[in-house]
């Protein structure tokens, strides 16, 4: 497979069903290995890949330098099934449309589900692309503390509601034909990056 030859690139065999979880990571804390090793069991996945962003488009701030946030993520993320990773970067995208085309080109026969925080898709919809995204891989999406209501009220889950797996079958979800997503609540940890740099502790 041409993506497990490249230097630098995680390795994927064709059949496995690998999770994308995409974000800035500025920086990674406990909550993103919580709802990673979730999202490991609930959604049916033979590994996660924590895709470290350059930056994100939809914010006007830069991050911390990708290194830097590289080396606290894989201090962070210790798994035998998770992979930390500046593929973005090596890529050369910058929206999720865009990397999804690229590791579908890279890694052929590998299913990819796109993970999410519920806050993610209260405002999918400005995505770039966003509905090719639903119409192309699975969605896999968190709960967080507060997101709930307006995820489950949000434009892509009223256009997709239908696209919806009942919670009793989310370990389905990386098998299952695009459009297809799963929401599932978890006891879920309040912290987040935004209150970890604003405490001076980033």
């Known amino acids: 497979?041409?993506?497990?030859?490249?230097?630098?690139?995680?390795?994927?065999?064709?059949?496995?069903?690998?999770?994308?979880?995409?974000?800035?990571?500025?920086?990674?804390?406990?909550?993103?290995?919580?709802?990673?090793?979730?999202?490991l069991t609930r959604f049916g996945l033979d590994k996660v890949w924590w895709l470290v962003s350059p930056g994100n488009p939809l914010k006007r701030n830069g991050p911390a330098p990708l290194s830097q946030?590289?080396?606290?993520?894989?201090?962070?993320?210790?798994?035998?099934?998770?992979?930390?990773?500046?593929?973005?970067?090596?890529l050369g995208t910058r929206h999720t449309a865009q990397t999804l085309v690229a590791l579908r080109r890279h890694y052929p026969g590998v299913r990819f589900v796109w993970l999410m925080g519920a806050d993610n898709l209260a405002q999918l919809h400005r995505w770039q692309?966003?509905?090719?995204?639903?119409?192309?891989?699975?969605?896999?999406?968190i709960a967080r503390p507060d997101d709930r209501i307006s995820a489950r009220l949000s434009k892509a889950a009223c256009i997709y509601g239908a696209a919806q797996l009942p919670d009793r079958a989310s370990h389905i979800l990386g098998r299952?034909?695009?459009?297809?997503?799963?929401?599932?609540?978890?006891?879920?940890?309040?912290?987040?990056?935004?209150?970890?740099?604003?405490?001076?502790d980033w």
């Open 1 to 39: 497979m041409r993506g497990a030859n490249l230097h630098g690139f995680p390795v994927a065999k064709a059949g496995q069903v690998i999770g994308l979880l995409g974000g800035s990571f500025d920086p990674a804390h406990h909550g993103h290995v919580h709802i990673t090793k979730a999202a």
């Open 69 to 90: 946030r590289m080396q606290a993520a894989q201090a962070l993320m210790r798994h035998p099934r998770v992979t930390v990773t500046d593929i973005e970067a090596r």
């Open 129 to 141: 692309d966003w509905r090719w995204i639903m119409d192309s891989v699975p969605v896999g999406v």
């Open 176 to 200: 299952a034909q695009a459009p297809a997503w799963s929401f599932i609540n978890l006891p879920m940890s309040h912290q987040s990056s935004s209150a970890i740099r604003a405490r001076g």
